[in-house]
Structures are given as structure tokens and as C-alpha cells.
């Protein structure tokens, strides 16, 4: 039986993974691709980062984009929610601030689902350098919906 989840199964799904498939269009033609997530229940958005190129550059142009995330346990039994929302580049303090946060709950979230402690960013993700600060956004939520299948 396929059922649809309400907005508080959603936010429960998004709070508890960290990656997600971000959908997004450039040229006339759709984009989607994976990536490291941390969702900010205070300010119900989600918190990414990335290095310069070609998304970035997409997003910049239009910012409508949208965000699946999926728990598969069997063919039978899985949740799936779309987030739609709008791409918001941040800057200065404030975007560093919220690095961190992506940082800590990204960790946080690794420790409780997997068992490992992580200490730094940079082991579980290649994007963060000393030569060029990545590029921190937020998706500003607009709506969010789910289904789920269970036998």
C-alpha cells in the first residue's frame, strides 16, 4: 500500500539523512545530483554547500530547484519526500556560522546512523580547502511532501 506522509513524517525523514538528490534546471535542460545536506529545523531550511561550477552557476541564474530524499529498506517498504524551495547564497559571518552548524550535525547525524566519529569535515567531504572557500547556501523551503510504501 502506497500512502502519503504528512508534513511532520517529511521533516522527520529530512532530519535524519544527509544526503539527497538536488533537482535543478540550466538551459533548458534538468540536472540532478547528490548532495550533503544538513536541515536546520529552527529556520526550516536546509544548509549545502559546494565549490564553484556548473551547479552553482545553474543556481545562480534560477534559483527554483528541488530535493528528494529516500530510505529504501525493500522493494516494499520505503519512504521517499520532495522538498521544493528556492536556492539563497550566503555570505560573511553568517555563512560561516552556518557551515559549522552543517558541519556539527552532519558529524552528529554520521555518529548516530553509522557508529563513526568523525572529527573534521574533511572526512566525509573532499570540497572544503584552504585555497578557496566553498560556496554556502541554503534552500528556503516552500513546500514539502512524501510517500511512503509499505506491504
Same mark, same amino acid.
Given at each position: ?16 539523512? +544527509?544526503? %539527497? +538528490? ?7 535542460? !534538468?540536472y540532478?545530483? !547528490? =548532495?550533503? $545536506?544538513? $536541515? ?16 552553482? #552557476?545553474? /543556481?545562480?541564474?534560477?534559483?527554483a530547484? &528541488? ?5 529504501? *529498506?525493500?522493494?516494499? #517498504? ?8 528556492? +536556492? ?5 559571518? %553568517?555563512? /560561516? ?11 552528529? /547525524? ?6 563513526? &566519529? /568523525? #572529527? $573534521? =569535515?574533511n572526512?566525509? *567531504? *573532499?570540497?572544503?580547502? *584552504?585555497?578557496?572557500? !566553498? =560556496?554556502?547556501?541554503?534552500?528556503? =523551503? ?10
Open positions: 500500500m502506497i500512502k502519503n506522509l504528512d508534513t511532520k513524517e517529511c521533516e522527520f525523514i529530512l532530519n535524519r539523512n +544527509y544526503v %539527497g +538528490y538536488l533537482a535543478y534546471n540550466y538551459l533548458n535542460k !534538468p540532478v545530483l !547528490p =548532495i550533503t $545536506y544538513f $536541515y536546520n529545523k529552527e529556520q526550516h531550511n536546509i544548509i549545502c554547500y559546494s565549490a564553484k561550477g556548473h551547479k552553482i #552557476d545553474a /543556481l545562480r541564474k534560477n534559483n530547484v &528541488s530535493m528528494c530524499v529516500t530510505t529504501i *529498506s525493500a522493494i516494499n #517498504d520505503w519512504k521517499s519526500i520532495m522538498v521544493h524551495g528556492k +536556492y539563497k547564497e550566503q555570505s560573511g559571518s %553568517g555563512a /560561516l556560522a552556518l557551515l559549522h552548524q552543517f558541519s556539527l550535525g552532519v558529524k552528529d /547525524l554520521i555518529n548516530k546512523n553509522e557508529n563513526k &566519529s /568523525l #572529527d $573534521y =569535515i572526512q566525509f *567531504s *573532499s570540497k572544503i580547502s *584552504s585555497e578557496d572557500l !566553498p =560556496i554556502i547556501y541554503t534552500i528556503e =523551503i516552500e513546500d514539502i511532501t512524501g510517500k511512503m510504501r509499505i506491504l
